[in-house]
């Protein structure tokens, strides 16, 4: 039976559908067959799928369904028949869509950077995951290398219960520029810091689900 990954954030600009790119090509490096869908509006990671096709870029595959709307629900039940991990890039704001994408999940992951604003804004996301039941983890993304502001907000944090992911992925400059590439980080920078990130946020989704 397919895994399902969703990658859900009620705020805009927190990288979900950069590490859902990411996070695909790097599991699909660990040997899993990935399928990606986007759910959301703007369709950005299904486009940087079809760069990768257009450019025959990539050293795995990684095939995707665009799912906006009420396709959502279909498109990601036909994904699990067509590979073992689904990796679903959900929509912002706590509308339908991103709600169907958070029920189908094994597993959610809610990247979020160090600032209160995001720990804010991040909570009805963590609420719809709780009130469905649906196994969380806070992904810490464009992290500084240091600050008063992380340690405070990590304490906050900590304070709520939030499951935290032990991968932090940097402020790093690797992961856009892959991306323009159609490449994820761990196939252009593969030896580069953001690649041992994602690599090492693969390996604990992967242990998480059960097919480590």
Known sequence: MAKVVTVAQQKGGAGKTTVAAHLAVALAEKGHKVVVVDTDPQQSLAAWVRVRA???????PVSVK??????????????KREGDIV???SPP?????AKTAIR??????????????DMWATKPTLDLAGSSKIPFLLVLNRV??????????????AKAGFPVALSRLGNRTAFAAS?????GVTESHGRSPAAEEIRALADEVAERLGLS
């Open 54 to 60: 257009a450019f025959g870029v990539g050293n795995v």
């Open 66 to 79: 665009a799912a906006p709307g009420w396709k959502a629900g279909p498109e990601i039940d036909r994904a």
């Open 87 to 89: 990796v679903v890039d």
């Open 93 to 97: 704001h706590t509308e339908s869509t």
């Open 104 to 117: 189908a999940a094994d597993l959610m992951l809610v990247p979020m950077q160090l600032s209160p604003m």
């Open 144 to 157: 500084a290398p240091r600050g008063n502001l992380n340690e405070q907000v990590m304490r906050e944090i």
């Open 179 to 183: 991306m323009l590439d159609g490449v």
